[in-house]
């Protein structure tokens, strides 16, 4: 840990989340493929050496933005799969998601716009699991099919919302409450189905 000028203690954790975010930003505006390590650094104003220290590898960023961006997510399913399967916790499963992803969402617009890349990282067949996973806790296995399809259809509500709707006029958190809204009401239908 190093010191600032004020004298406290200065968390290693700021460089790299620093490193994280410009890494990107630049990914978003120009492309993964298209952005280099020294890129990163020129734009940090540090040298290659001391990102080096951090991140040997434009993939290794990625890869550790995504299991941060996405812990959140991961300890809902951990969570999610200790409760009841009550219509009460589905739709606290739905409404922590819906936070979740809004705090990644850098993070999954990049996944949106470098599909590509994303499948070949590693990260491609993480968020797949993390996916799989999310659904197991949200549908119910003896549900008809087509309750378990509107349960499974709250989730990815969820993610076109944040994907379709960055475009339309209006307030992110008035979208992101009319998102939710329409993901709680599916899920409400799955349930009453059921």
């Known amino acids: 840990m190093g010191v600032t000028m004020d004298g406290t203690k200065q968390r290693r954790g700021n460089t790299r989340q620093r490193i ?16 280099s390590l020294r890129e990163i650094a020129e734009r940090l104003e540090v040298t290659k050496a001391a990102l080096y220290y951090h991140f040997k590898t434009k993939e290794e960023i990625v890869v550790s933005l995504f299991e941060d ?4 997510i991961e300890e809902l399913i951990e969570w999610g799969r200790r409760q009841p399967s009550t219509l009460e916790t589905k739709h606290e499963i739905v409404r922590r998601y819906s936070a979740a992803l809004a705090g990644a969402s850098p993070l999954f617009r990049f996944m949106q ?8 990282l590693r990260i491609g067949e993480l968020f797949k699991d993390r996916m799989r996973a999310l659904r197991d806790i ?11 399809v509107r349960s499974v259809s709250a989730i990815f509500t969820l993610h076109a ?19 939710l ?7 409400t239908q799955a349930h009453s189905g059921a």
Do not use: S
Request: charged share 30%.
């Open 20 to 35: 994280q975010d410009v890494a990107l930003e630049l990914f978003a505006e120009q492309g993964y493929e298209k952005t």
């Open 181 to 187: 809204e329409v993901a709680l009401d599916l899920v």
């Open 161 to 179: 919302g944040m994907f379709f709707l960055q475009d339309i006029e209006g307030d992110p958190e008035d979208k992101r409450n009319a998102v």
């Open 138 to 148: 949200v549908i119910d296995p003896d549900a008809p099919l087509v309750d378990q």
């Open 69 to 72: 961006l996405t812990k959140p």
């Open 113 to 120: 716009e470098n599909q590509a890349t994303v499948r070949d």
